[in-house]
C-alpha cells in the first residue's frame, strides 16, 4: 500500500504524561483512506484536522460505522510492541461484513497501524500501565437518506496517548447488573464492533452511575438471567476455583484479552467453564461465598476487578473488595507481556520496526 505523508507542520504540545487519562489527547496525525467506486485508494497520514462531511452522509442517519481498539506499547528498551495485531484486522473484517461495509485486508490494516505508530512515536508513553491508545473506525459517507448500503466510506485511524482506562488500577469497581435495558440478541450486532451497539447503551450506563456504581453487567437479550458482557468488557467469575465466562454465541463480543486469558489460564492448569452463568447461580455462590473473585477484561483497561455487585436492590460484596489472586495473576503475565517486560511464549506481541 501506498501511504502518502503530509507532516504537520504545527505540533502540538505534548500533554503531561504523568496525567493523561483515558482517550483525552490525540496525537499530530490521523491515517486516512477513502473507498468509491469499489476500491480503496488515496491512503494518506495528514495533520489531525476535523472531518468535513456532507449533512446527508448515511452514517449520520442509519450508522453504518465500525470501529477497533488496540494499544501500541512501549518498553524499556525503547521498542514499541503491538498485542495482536492481526485479530483486530479480521475482527474489523467480521464487523464490516455484517454492516455491508467493505473490508481491508490483514497486511493493509496493520501497515496503516503501523506506519500510524512510526511516525508518532514520541507519543507513546513509557509508563508502565501507559500506552498509546489506538482507534481505527470506518464510516458511510455518501450522501443520501434512502437505506441501503453506501457507496462510499472513508477509514481513519486516530491515536490517543493514555493512561489505564480506570485512575486506580486494579480497584476493585461496583458493578450494577441491568435487568430492564438490553445490549444485544442472537442475529444482531452484539459479536460486531460497532458504534450503535453503545449509542443504546448509554442509558444503562447512566442509570448505574445514579446508583452508585460504575459499570454495567448485561443480561442476555431474551431471558434477562445470562450474564454476557460487563460495559465495554468480557467479563469472568471465579466460582470454587472454576473460571466461568459466557461462551461465543452471537451475541458477546469476541474479545482480544478474553481469548489470551482462556489461553493464559489453560496454561496456569486453572479450569475454565465457557458456558451460561445464570445470575440466580451467581447471587447463590456469592451469598454461599463460593463466589471468590470477578472481573472484567478488554483492551482499555486489560483487567478490572469487581468488587461488588448490585442486582435487584441486592448488594453483594466480592472478596471484600480485594483483588483476587486469578485476577492479579493474570494482570502481571499479561502486562508484562504486553510492556515487553518477559518472554512473550504465543508470539503475541509484534515489534513496530
Ligand atoms: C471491545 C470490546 C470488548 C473487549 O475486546 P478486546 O479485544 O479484549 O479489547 C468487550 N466487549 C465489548 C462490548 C467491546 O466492545
Not at 64 to 93: D, S, V
Amino acid at each position: 500500500m501506498d501511504i502518502r505523508f503530509e507532516k504537520n507542520t504545527i505540533l502540538k504540545e505534548k500533554p503531561d504524561f504523568e496525567h493523561l487519562g483515558f482517550g483525552k489527547y490525540f496525537t499530530d496525525h490521523m491515517f486516512v483512506m477513502n473507498y468509491d467506486d469499489h476500491h480503496w485508494h488515496d491512503a494518506r497520514i495528514v495533520p489531525y484536522a476535523p472531518i468535513t462531511m456532507d449533512p446527508a452522509s448515511m452514517v449520520f442517519h442509519y450508522a453504518q460505522e465500525t470501529f477497533e481498539g488496540l494499544k501500541a506499547y512501549k518498553t524499556e528498551k525503547n521498542e514499541i510492541l503491538l498485542f495482536r495485531p492481526e485479530m483486530n484486522a479480521w475482527r474489523m473484517m467480521n464487523s464490516n461484513q455484517r454492516l455491508c461495509m467493505p473490508l481491508i485486508s490483514e497486511n493493509d490494516f496493520i501497515e496503516a497501524v503501523e506506519a500510524l505508530v512510526r511516525i508518532e512515536k514520541d507519543w507513546i508513553p513509557s509508563k508502565k500501565g501507559t500506552s498509546l491508545y489506538i482507534r481505527p473506525f470506518m464510516f458511510a459517507n455518501e450522501a443520501g437518506v434512502g437505506v441501503h448500503a453506501s457507496e462510499s466510506y472513508q477509514f481513519v485511524i486516530i491515536a490517543s496517548p493514555s493512561a489505564s482506562y480506570y485512575k486506580n488500577g486494579l480497584e476493585p469497581v461496583k458493578i450494577y447488573v441491568e435487568d430492564e435495558y438490553v445490549r444485544a440478541v442472537i442475529g444482531g450486532t452484539g459479536n460486531i464492533k460497532c458504534g450503535g451497539n453503545y449509542a443504546s447503551s448509554i442509558i444503562a450506563q447512566s442509570k448505574a452511575k445514579q446508583l452508585g456504581c460504575d459499570q454495567v453487567l448485561w443480561l442476555d437479550g431474551i431471558e434477562r438471567k445470562y450474564v454476557e458482557e460487563v460495559g465495554t468488557m468480557n467479563v469472568m467469575f471465579v466460582i470454587d476455583n472454576i473460571v466461568y465466562t459466557a461462551p461465543l454465541s452471537g451475541s458477546i463480543l469476541p474479545g482480544i484479552t478474553r481469548d489470551s486469558i482462556l489461553h493464559i489460564l489453560k496454561d496456569q492448569q486453572v479450569e475454565v467453564k465457557e458456558e451460561k452463568i445464570d445470575i440466580h447461580f451467581l447471587m447463590e455462590a456469592a451469598h454461599d461465598g463460593r463466589l471468590s473473585e470477578a472481573f472484567g477484561c478488554g483492551t482499555a483497561a486489560l483487567i478490572t476487578p469487581i468488587g461488588e455487585l448490585l442486582y435487584k436492590k441486592q448488594n453483594i460484596v466480592i472478596n471484600n473488595h480485594q483483588t483476587g489472586h486469578i485476577t492479579r495473576l493474570l494482570y502481571d503475565i499479561l502486562s508484562s507481556i504486553q510492556w515487553g517486560e518477559s518472554e512473550d511464549p504465543y508470539g503475541w506481541t509484534r515489534k513496530v520496526k
